[in-house]
Structure formats: structure tokens, C-alpha cells
């Protein structure tokens, strides 16, 4: 068994771009990723390619071969699909097929684009990541969905509205000057509630923006990167992945995820190391509720504890435990397809210390990743190391 | 590494059911493949599942987990989509993630519903797979666009519609009595030459029908099977995946698919085998000219040798080289996100004697299934062993 390098990689701005196509958008971040790791396309053995939706906003399936062809790639493709978290499990197959040795240097990435739904068509498209038979027919959507789970945590452990509000606050914050992220600006704990509700007690700015955009990022073995010479510091050294029933009526809690907590157990034994040891983490904070219920089930904190270190700073970047360093998907923008890399790309560029947020972190050698698909029905984790 | 065992398979008949989901089906081939392996559900570590047009037919995407769930199975899950290959690719991945020692024992497989949408819309959704901007936009569709691959095969070796309804004649008789089978009757050339054209030469009983169903298998490796004293007597010895361009216009060739020329090379090289150890196939003959361009492309036959084999009866149950014995795509039908998985288990029942068509190979002992996405676009191949 290998170990897995990063050797590039490569993003779009998050936004509206309702006129570019998906593909035109995973060919800037293919391009950059390719370019950044020096690799020879024709090195390329493999395309993992992540995207949600593309068959409602674009009338797009099949899009492995397509975006290798836009990627200028002559290799095996395959897209993978697992709602919000579908690049995550391109991410995770890609670890695998590289530390087993099937394959040497594959690309990575996802894109996604929403804007030219429209906010209404783009939550409806969205919607097809719940249960159609026994959600959706029966008028459930994501911000309904994740409002339930908001009123759950409050009935269990306590918490308000206004102490979601600080992760709204912190992560524009954390989002002001990353390059990628779809809304840079300052936003106050009276902006986030005072904004029209969306899904008591979830108001317009608990919720992520609906975004277009994609990422990319070449993966080599560690004697590829080694014997081409490679500056390829990062490793991603843990996976796991784990899954829940898709209904929300289905499950015990709702205000644990337990695909959550499963994958990051599997991440932290893959990896050999536990919670105490990430010293930055990219969570998926879809939702204000999402980060506090991510931050729980990778261990950072005890169930019904996560509210209080969002309400107390201790997840900003100068608190004890900075989470979405990035401006997480709430700031950053979440183009679904391309949500998962993006997040693998934001750690990697942290933990070299060329993150524009790097000064937050300055000693920072592990990283954590948490990608959820859904309403945490499918969730991965990764663990991300500097090696050399 | 380790070897990868077949060690349960699970099918529905395929045929016209718009009155079943996705899930129905897919739970009574799970329920089918996990008993028939005799394993708890609580070993399976993981679900592998195909699925090509859920998003448009059923407004379902994110099915990996919903899967999971109907299957009884609590443990990650993912879905594939790699269009009328989505199960192929997923065998690929599981193969891979058994052998590699990642898993023992998984779940894969795939459903599609179709019929709900009628002829004409199975055909447009069935579109998504080609290339929505370049080709579906200007009017192609599927049975024009393997039309076109017919008239360049035709140009360049020769040959002619009668050649290709042999094809169809065989498979609807090797269906016969196939219980999977929705197209369970003879025909003859005459029938299929008079039959109402769908895109010249090809005639409607050139083309596979549009179908419902599902099909599940649990894999496991060879330590499990062992330890477990299970009943697995075939394995998976080799698999290849191949990705070509999107579109036909950006293809060198029309009367070749160098992705399956790919893929079945990658996949004899795995196994440490040639052409000329298969003693029977089953290929994707979406449409009558994609068996003769398969059966060349897996080194059957050379380039535009493959249609004389057809004329000449070498591919029926007793010559020389029998291919679909299950009565393939054409006759047993193509609920897309099966078929891959349903390609495997056709050809393990083959080797090990339980086929309805063993009768036509009784001393087969290596096998190998072809399914390929689009035109050709995506392409994997599996090749398997009677190893007990």
C-alpha cells in the first residue's frame, strides 16, 4: 500500500454563472489542477468525476467521458453520484484506487451548475436528494429538512436561533478574502436574524447560496510523486464513509448523524490518529444546524456541545477549534458536484500555509474533511497530512 | 491481494412494470442475492449500485443510501452512473475494493425504471447519455446515433440489414426460455427486415425494448468464502474500464469503439488471458450493430469480421463462439442500470451449469461480459472463472 499526494489542483470562483455550462466550468478547474501538479495529461489513468444534478439543470447524464474529453484526459471515467457528498465518494475511490496500487495518477473533480434554474427550480432539483416517495411528495425540502433537525437539537440539548447566527457571521468572516467563495462580505448576528425566514427557525442567511462552480485536483502514489519529483506535500492518509436511512421519519435521532460519526471513525482508525489530533477542519455546513451537527459527529465535541462552541467563538479562526476556514459552503458557495474537492483543495492550501487564513492556523499538520449527502444519509470523511 | 467470489445473485424478471419503483424491484433482487448468498446483512460492508435515469424517471436521485435502506442494509453506499454502464462500473469498483483486501463482502447492483415514461420518453431520457449540447440539440438520439454507426460499418467492411437481423433472430432465441427474459418468443429475418424502421438501416427490431427491473449480487473474497464455507464457485478474474469521446462528430472511427477495445484488453491482461480462452460472452447489443461492433472490439473477431460471424450463425448457442445466451440486451431486456450486473450473472450461471442455455457450452470454464455506456463513450469488461 502507497501513500496518496495531492499534486494540484484547481478552482473556479463559486457563483452565478448561469451562463457558463458545467462543462465549461470543470475545464478551468482541470486545466489549473493539471497544470498546477506538472503532470503530462497522458499520465492521467483515471477521471473520478462528482456531479448531482446534472441531468436536471443541464439534461446531462454521462458526464464521466464527457468531462474527460473537456479535461483533455484520454482515460476510464466514471461519475459518481451521492447528492452533496458526490464528490466526496469520487474523492474516497480515488484514495483507494491509488494507495492499492491500481492506478498511479488519477484526476479528481466535480462541478455543478444551479443558477440558471433559478433559486425555486434549483431547491426543487435539490429536493431529489430526499426521498421523493415520502418526503418530497408530501412538500418537504432541504431547508424544511434541516429546520426539523434545527428544532430537534434545540429540544434535546438547547440552543437558538441566534447561536446558529455566529456560524453564519463567523464563516462569511472566514470567507472575506478567499478568492473562491461566492459571498465576500461581513454580515452581523442581527443581519443573519433578520433575515426572512426560510424554515422555522432557519432564516435566508442560515442557509449556503445556490452556486455554480467546479474543482479539480491530480492524486498520485506516493512513488510517482517521488520518482517524477513532485512538490506534493499533502497526504490524504484517512477515509471513511458511512450512510443512514434516507427518510428523516425512518431515523431514531435527528439530531445526531450517525453516517457522520461513522464515516469520521473510520477516517481517524484509517488514518491512526483521533479528534485531538485535526487541527483544521472543512465541514458541510449547508446549513447553519449542518455545522454544529458535523462538528459533533467528527468528534471535535460531545453531542448537544457543538451549539456552545459556536455560540462561545471557539470555532472562529482564533478560537481553540477553527471549522470552515474557507467560508464553508454557507459563504463559500456550495455548487454541489464540486463541493467535496473543493473542500480537500481548501485544507491542502491550509496546511501548506498558502491558504489566505493560514496565519489562523500557523502549526497546522492534520486536516479533516466532512462531506454530506442529503440529509446526512450518505456522509465521507478524509483525513489530510503534511508529509514532507 | 485476493481473490473476488460471486456468492449470491439476486434478478427480477425484466419487463413492462410502470407500476413498480425502483425500490420494489431493486428489493426483491437484494432480498434475492443476499439470501441466495446466505450471508447476514449485517456483513455487508458496502452497496455498489447502478442506476442511469432516476432523476428524470422517478425524480429520485442520491440512491445509494435509499438503496441501502430497501435492501435491508445498513452500511455505505454508492451510486454509479456511467449511463447503460452505471452496474458495470460499480462491479468494477467493487472487484477492485474486495480484492484490494478494502472490503469483504458487498452488495452490488442496479434497477431502472423506465416504462412510467412511455416510448417516446425512455427514448429522450435515454438522450442524457449522449451529448446534450453537440449532438442531442441538433436531433440525434439513440437509435440514430448507433444508425449512423451501422452506415459507417456498413461503408467500411460492407454488409447489410440481413446480416444484422441474424443477430436479433439469435438472441430472441436464446431468450426463449430464459425466465428473466421480457422478450420471450421467436422471430424470424423477415420479421425483423418488415418491421417499421427507426433510424435507417435499423429497424424496431434491431433495438433492445425499454424495460423495468433490477439485479443484485454479493461479492466476497476468497479468505470470506473460505472461512465461511460458502457456496461461491465463480469468480471475477479480471476488469477493465475504457473511456472514449462523447460525441460521434469527435470520433476517428464510427465503425469501432476503442473504449470496449480498452477495456477487454485491461481486463485480459488482469485475468493473464487472451480472447481465445473465453468460451462464452455476453455483450451489449443495445441495438443488433453494437453486438457485431462488441464482439470485435473484445477480440472475438478482427474489425469487419464481426458481421460475417453473425451471418454465418458462428454466434448462436451452437457455434462457435455463442454470445448472449441469455438472449442479451435485445431480448432479455435493458432496464439500464441492471444490465451490467445482470451481464454477470447471466454468464455465472453459464459456467457453473445452472443456465437455462448451459446445455449449448457444457465445458465452459471462462467467461466475459461487455457493457458499455452511450455510443460506446464508457465501456467495462469483466472477465470470470470457474475456480472450484
Not at 107 to 136: C, H, P
Not at 197 to 220: H, N, Q, W
Not at 275 to 289: K, P
Amino acid at each position: 500500500m502507497t501513500g496518496v499526494r495531492i499534486a494540484g489542483t484547481g478552482h473556479t470562483h463559486f457563483g452565478q454563472f448561469p451562463e457558463r455550462t458545467g462543462r465549461d466550468l470543470f475545464a478551468e478547474a482541470s486545466d489549473g489542477a493539471i497544470e498546477d501538479a506538472g503532470v503530462e495529461r497522458g499520465e492521467i489513468e483515471e477521471l473520478l468525476y462528482g456531479n448531482f444534478m446534472g441531468e436536471v439543470a443541464e439534461d446531462q447524464g454521462h458526464q464521466g467521458p464527457l468531462m474527460a474529453e473537456v479535461a483533455g484526459v484520454n482515460a476510464a471515467a466514471t461519475r459518481y453520484e451521492s447528492a452533496c457528498a458526490s464528490s466526496g465518494v469520487a474523492v474516497r475511490e480515488a484514495v483507494r484506487n491509488v494507495r492499492n496500487g491500481e492506478v498511479d495518477v488519477v484526476l479528481v473533480g466535480g462541478a455543478e451548475r444551479m443558477t440558471n434554474l433559478g433559486t425555486a427550480g434549483a431547491t426543487k432539483a435539490l429536493s431529489i436528494a430526499a426521498d421523493e416517495l415520502f418526503e418530497i411528495r408530501a412538500g418537504m425540502n432541504f431547508p424544511g429538512a434541516y429546520a426539523l433537525m434545527a428544532n430537534a437539537y434545540f429540544e434535546e440539548y438547547g440552543g437558538s436561533r441566534e447561536d446558529l447566527a455566529h456560524i453564519a457571521v463567523k464563516n462569511h468572516a472566514n470567507a472575506l478574502e478567499n478568492d473562491h467563495a461566492q459571498l465576500q462580505r461581513e454580515i452581523t448576528v442581527e443581519d443573519v436574524l433578520e433575515a426572512p425566514p426560510i424554515a422555522e427557525p432557519l432564516g435566508l442567511y442560515d442557509a449556503c447560496p445556490i452556486s455554480d462552480g467546479a474543482s479539480a485536483m491530480v492524486l498520485v502514489s506516493d512513488e510517482y510523486a517521488e520518482a517524477n519529483g513532485l512538490d506534493a506535500p499533502i497526504a490524504i492518509t484517512g477515509t471513511g464513509q458511512g450512510g443512514d436511512r434516507m427518510a428523516l421519519a425512518d431515523r431514531e435521532y435527528l439530531a445526531r448523524t450517525p453516517a457522520a460519526a461513522d464515516a469520521s471513525s473510520e477516517a481517524y482508525a484509517d488514518a491512526g490518529i483521533g479528534a485531538d489530533d485535526v487541527d483544521v477542519a472543512e465541514v458541510h455546513d449547508c446549513f447553519t444546524i449542518a455545522e454544529v451537527l458535523a462538528i459533533e459527529s467528527i468528534g471535535f465535541y460531545e453531542p448537544g456541545e457543538g451549539i456552545a462552541a459556536a455560540r462561545n467563538g471557539e470555532t472562529t479562526a482564533d478560537g481553540d477549534r477553527p471549522v470552515n476556514l474557507s467560508g464553508g459552503l454557507k459563504a463559500k458557495g456550495h455548487p454541489v458536484g464540486a463541493t467535496g474537492v473543493s473542500q480537500v483543495i481548501e485544507i491542502a492550501s491550509l496546511l501548506t500555509g498558502e491558504h489566505i487564513n493560514s496565519d489562523a492556523v500557523p502549526d497546522a499538520e492534520v486536516g479533516l474533511v466532512h462531506n454530506a449527502g442529503g440529509t446526512v444519509a450518505s456522509t465521507t470523511v478524509h483525513v489530510m497530512e503534511v508529509v514532507e
